[in-house]
């Protein structure tokens, strides 16, 4: 092969010079942090030259090293600084890449046209983003996603419900956990959903007929202390899921808050109502008026749960805020 024309790459590279040398590289070596060359490295590119051109045909002219740096992904940098698009690069191409270089001079001077010329053209002839310089500016790390008590009980239920399953939203509300509930049963399952609120389940019937949801789910003006009697015998100790989310109605009167008293018999019905692996949910808000004397009574609950019947969880906030809403849960072994 006429090395004149020719990059030879095999491991290493023989690149043809305009003067009619040829220069060869590159060894090397990660410990050495000096720009000496070493023995060993000579050596070694001699032996690749007697290969590549026979030995006695060529003689070294210059020989040099130095520390070189490298990029990440070992991409060429090419294209305008990203505060001073005034400066182009073109570098970074090493031995390897050096075959890339007509490449990517082609590419670089038809930015530069379009670039001069018609700013809306710009996209047509746009460099690859994985060798502009802009590559290097480090980005905002995006925001964490916040940790939302009800979203993390949505996810642990839902890994437990099944299309035809039984489920209780013990605290309507707005609805929005009645509606995720009735998606996952599907209409073979059923949800009963309580709330004393007629506000709240005129806003959770609207939300499923919205979802053609309605005719999965039975909602009832009722206390959940009333669960025992108001869910259907048969389906006592047959419930797969059951949510309490505790407080007051988000928009509405915030006095209207469940109550200690009814809130303790409504998880002690619960748990008779569970089906063996049903799971029961419960969201706990320490800081509205009247919340921390209902957390320390359902947590002193759920504390004393008998551990031969029941698996117990907590889900702490991450950054332990104290004042975040939090969830508990309670499986029926
Ligand atoms: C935090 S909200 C529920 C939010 C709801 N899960 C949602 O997705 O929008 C608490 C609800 O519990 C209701 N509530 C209060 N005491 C109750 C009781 N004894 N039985 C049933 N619901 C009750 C309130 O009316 C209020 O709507």
């Given at each position: 092969m006429p090395l004149d024309q020719h990059i030879l790459l095999k491991g290493k590279f023989i690149i043809p010079r305009h003067d009619g040398t040829v220069q060869v590289g590159a060894t090397y070596n990660w410990n050495d942090p000096t720009d000496i060359p070493d023995a060993a490295g000579i050596q070694e590119l001699a032996a690749f030259l007697d290969q590549e051109l026979g030995s006695g045909t060529?003689?070294?002219?210059?020989?040099?090293?130095?520390?070189?740096?490298?990029?990440?992904?070992?991409?060429?940098?090419?294209?305008?600084h990203p505060k001073h698009p005034q400066l182009i690069a073109f570098n970074g191409f090493g031995s390897k890449g050096s075959l890339q270089i007509p490449y990517f001079a082609e590419?670089?001077?038809?930015?530069?046209?379009?670039?001069?010329a018609v700013p809306a053209d710009k996209e047509q002839a746009s460099l690859h983003t994985e060798?502009?310089?802009?590559?290097?500016?480090?980005?905002?790390?995006?925001?964490?996603?916040?940790?939302?008590?009800?979203n993390v009980v949505k996810s642990e239920i839902l890994g437990a419900l099944s299309k035809g399953d039984l489920a209780i939203d013990a605290t309507a509300g707005n609805g929005h956990d009645t509606q995720w509930l009735a998606e996952a049963v599907g209409p073979a399952g059923h949800v009963f959903a309580y709330d004393i609120q007629e506000q709240a389940l005129a806003i959770t019937r609207e939300r499923l007929e919205k979802h053609q949801l309605l005719s999965q789910a039975t909602?009832?003006?009722?206390?959940?202390?009333?669960?025992?009697?108001?869910?259907?015998?048969?389906?006592?100790?047959?419930?797969?899921?059951?949510?309490?989310?505790?407080?007051?109605?988000?928009?509405?009167?915030?006095?209207?808050?469940?109550?200690?008293?009814?809130?303790?018999?409504a998880l002690k019905?619960?748990?008779?109502?569970?089906?063996?692996?049903?799971?029961?949910?419960?969201?706990?808000?320490?800081?509205?008026?009247?919340?921390?004397?209902?957390?320390?009574?359902?947590?002193?609950?759920?504390?004393?749960?008998?551990?031969?019947?029941?698996?117990?969880?907590i889900e702490p906030h991450p950054q332990n805020n104290l004042s975040s809403p939090y969830p508990i849960f309670i499986k029926r072994r």
């Amino acid at each position: 092969m006429p090395l004149d024309q020719h990059i030879l790459l095999k491991g290493k590279f023989i690149i043809p010079r305009h003067d009619g040398t040829v220069q060869v590289g590159a060894t090397y070596n990660w410990n050495d942090p000096t720009d000496i060359p070493d023995a060993a490295g000579i050596q070694e590119l001699a032996a690749f030259l007697d290969q590549e051109l026979g030995s006695g045909t060529w003689e070294f002219e210059q020989i040099r090293a130095g520390v070189r740096p490298a990029t990440a992904g070992a991409y060429p940098v090419v294209g305008p600084h990203p505060k001073h698009p005034q400066l182009i690069a073109f570098n970074g191409f090493g031995s390897k890449g050096s075959l890339q270089i007509p490449y990517f001079a082609e590419a670089l001077i038809a930015f530069l046209e379009v670039a001069t010329a018609v700013p809306a053209d710009k996209e047509q002839a746009s460099l690859h983003t994985e060798v502009l310089p802009s590559r290097f500016i480090k980005k905002a790390a995006s925001k964490p996603k916040r940790w939302i008590a009800t979203n993390v009980v949505k996810s642990e239920i839902l890994g437990a419900l099944s299309k035809g399953d039984l489920a209780i939203d013990a605290t309507a509300g707005n609805g929005h956990d009645t509606q995720w509930l009735a998606e996952a049963v599907g209409p073979a399952g059923h949800v009963f959903a309580y709330d004393i609120q007629e506000q709240a389940l005129a806003i959770t019937r609207e939300r499923l007929e919205k979802h053609q949801l309605l005719s999965q789910a039975t909602l009832l003006q009722n206390g959940h202390e009333t669960l025992l009697e108001t869910i259907p015998q048969q389906h006592h100790g047959q419930i797969t899921a059951i949510v309490f989310n505790l407080g007051f109605l988000p928009g509405g009167v915030p006095t209207l808050i469940t109550k200690s008293d009814t809130t303790i018999r409504a998880l002690k019905a619960s748990l008779t109502l569970l089906k063996p692996g049903g799971t029961l949910a419960v969201t706990l808000y320490p800081t509205h008026t009247g919340a921390q004397e209902e957390v320390d009574l359902v947590l002193s609950w759920f504390h004393n749960l008998p551990e031969n019947q029941f698996e117990t969880h907590i889900e702490p906030h991450p950054q332990n805020n104290l004042s975040s809403p939090y969830p508990i849960f309670i499986k029926r072994r």
